[in-house]
């Protein structure tokens, strides 16, 4: 049974490399998974095989998509170039669309963020009885993250204590100046309690003048009485 190797690079990353190897008798299903673990992708998104010319123009497509049966419509945009109907990654042997020593394939992974590997048999070999494949036999250089992180932008540990301070000052001053509040009107109340009604301020010389006519008044009085 042949034994078919393919050089797999990103196509804006030549310096990650991967070689598989995988028999002729294999699906593309096995090829896709193996590839997506020698990258350290996850395979839970969609992905097509595009069987190419030498210089990488898409053919035949054979994807992981539900298919729908589409014969009558010829002039359906999604076809590829050659009017080739896709096929499905389980129902399509490597060894029946090796047209070419050198084969090239486009690998088109995740649709939304389109990850695109160009891939190439350089090789054909007998197989090991001992060896399992699909396997990766050679892996060079570190390949990107499927999935980008969001770092948050650092933040000014001097600033969050001053934010906190003013937050705690101003709480204070509220607290305060509501307690001020409080007090004075509860002390008005009180007083309007217990005095109930304000006297009218008495006139201090009219006052001493009172008393002196009282004075006057005694004397007379007395008076009278000794003539008696």
Do not use: C
């Amino acid at each position: 049974m042949a034994v078919y190797r393919f050089r797999i690079i990103f196509e804006d990353q030549e310096d990650t490399v991967r070689e598989i190897e995988i028999l002729g008798k294999q699906t593309f299903e096995d090829f896709h998974r193996t590839i997506q673990q020698a990258i350290g992708f996850d395979s839970s998104k969609d992905a097509s095989f595009f069987m190419s010319d030498d210089y990488w123009r898409k053919g035949q497509e054979i994807t992981s998509r539900i298919l729908v049966d589409d014969d009558d419509d010829d002039d359906d945009y999604r076809r590829p170039s050659k009017k080739m109907k896709a096929k499905r990654l389980s129902d399509a042997k490597i060894a029946d669309h090796i047209d070419d020593p050198h084969q090239k394939i486009v690998y088109v992974f995740d649709p939304a963020v389109k990850w695109t590997l160009l891939i190439e048999l350089f090789k054909i070999l007998s197989d090991d009885p001992k060896a399992n494949y699909p396997r990766t036999v050679k892996s060079v250089g570190m390949a990107p993250r499927q999935y980008k992180q969001v770092v948050a932008p650092p933040v000014d540990e001097d600033e969050d204590v001053e934010d906190e301070e003013d937050k705690l000052a101003s709480e204070k001053l509220f607290v305060a100046e509501e307690g001020y509040d409080d007090d004075a009107a509860d002390g008005a109340e009180e007083e309007k309690l217990d005095g109930g009604e304000e006297e009218a301020p008495v006139d201090s010389e009219e006052s001493e003048e009172s008393e002196d006519g009282e004075e006057a008044s005694e004397d007379f009085d007395m008076a009278d009485s000794d003539d008696y």
